[in-house]
């Protein structure tokens, strides 16, 4: 991001010699790219948010592996104030313009309150257990990411409600109910993301909620969850694709949505291959084999220009579904040598229509599509 900036002002200030553009348009355009180069991670930022995480549990291990031999009051005195150093000192740095220290320190107050949940609630014998703990974590990461308006603050919080998630929902021996209450956390986060301007956050919450639905079909009825995703997938997918700019106004994903409805409609087709897998149901697992793969034709044709993820999304999914229809009608035909043939000569076709629609594909005037 920081290169495409550079380019940018320099592109201005070449425009703005040349008379294509006026001083105050050249003010504003500079703006523009200032807010959305401070809003973007470089790599310099994700070390930086690396040496945080790692420099926060160094002090937790610390401070657990010193507990017993540090009085009570210095514990939670040690720990409350690596909380308040952090977010106040964050808060400062962001305003002397070192935004990612800053963001730094944010993670590091963070992870210090996470561990000082666990240790002052053992230190104290509170009841509880870990998802619990998780909640007023997530909670806390929460509220701090709305009162900072901080990006890697949101994606903390999503992070948190997802290891709740997966610790709730595979829990099946001990839970007394399904976790649904993760709809009610996405919802929120999802709408402290557009506060938070945190665009990473929203995609991250979207893979949770598939990620979730998976969870209920394998838990719950399969079709009632399945097919559901797969018209509401089609709908997303052709809304952001005829009407782009408004529905990206109200996602603000980049225009990424149609990447997002295309995994959203071939993980309910999988989830129903799935289901019809232990059934002698060959026509059934046909007829949804072509219905993925004309899916994946019409993604292809209608976005594919624009996204290169949604390209090879594309691909990995029509290899799936050869696959899958190998599986289901023609795994009595075929020997094993057999198969091997077949798969060799199937995966050479897919290498050639994959090389030719990347050369339809990538646009001559600006050196290829997006991602």
């Known amino acids: ?113 996470g561990g000082s949940i666990a240790l002052i609630g053992q230190m104290y014998h509170l009841s509880g257990d870990e998802a619990s703990a998780l909640i007023a974590w997530g909670a806390g990461t929460a509220l701090a990411a709305v009162a900072l308006r901080s990006n890697p603050l949101t994606v903390a919080a999503v992070g948190i409600a997802d290891a709740w998630l997966l610790l709730k929902g595979f829990d099946y021996f001990n839970r007394s109910e399904f976790p649904h209450l993760f709809l009610v956390m996405a919802a929120v986060l999802f709408a402290v993301s557009f506060w938070t301007r945190s665009q990473a956050a929203r995609h991250l919450i979207i893979l949770s909620l598939l990620f979730y639905l998976v969870l209920v079909a394998v838990d719950h009825e399969t079709l009632p969850v399945a097919i559901p995703l797969v018209i509401v997938s089609v709908l997303l997918f052709v809304a952001s694709v005829f009407a782009p700019e408004p529905v990206d106004r109200i996602v603000q994903l980049g225009g990424r949505l149609p990447l997002h409805a295309l995994l959203g409609f071939l993980t309910g087709l999988a989830i129903i291959q799935f289901e019809l897998a232990g059934e002698s149901s060959y026509d059934r697992g046909f007829a949804i084999a072509v219905v993925a793969l004309a899916g994946i034709v019409a993604a292809i044709v209608l976005a594919g220009r624009e996204s290169r993820g949604l390209r090879w999304l594309a691909y990995l999914g029509f290899a799936f579904e050869l696959a899958m229809i190998y599986v289901v009608t023609l795994q009595s035909m075929l020997d094993t040598a057999g198969f091997f043939l077949a798969a060799a000569v199937l995966l050479g076709i897919l290498a050639i229509v994959i090389i030719r629609v990347e050369k339809r594909m990538k646009d001559p005037a600006t050196g290829g599509a997006t991602a």
């Open 1 to 113: 991001m920081a290169g495409y900036a550079t380019r940018v002002r320099s592109d201005i200030a070449r425009w703005l010699e040349a008379g294509l553009i006026d001083a105050p348009t050249a003010d504003a355009l500079r703006r523009d790219v200032e807010i959305n180069a401070r809003q973007s991670l470089s790599f310099g930022s994700i070390l930086a948010m690396m040496a945080a995480l790692l420099f926060g549990a160094a002090i937790l291990i610390f401070v657990a592996a010193n507990w017993e031999a540090i009085p009570r009051l210095a514990r939670v005195a040690a720990l409350f104030a690596v909380i308040l150093g952090g977010y106040v000192g964050g808060a400062v740095l962001k305003t002397r313009d070192h935004a990612a220290i800053g963001e730094a320190l944010w993670i590091v107050a963070a992870a210090a309150f």
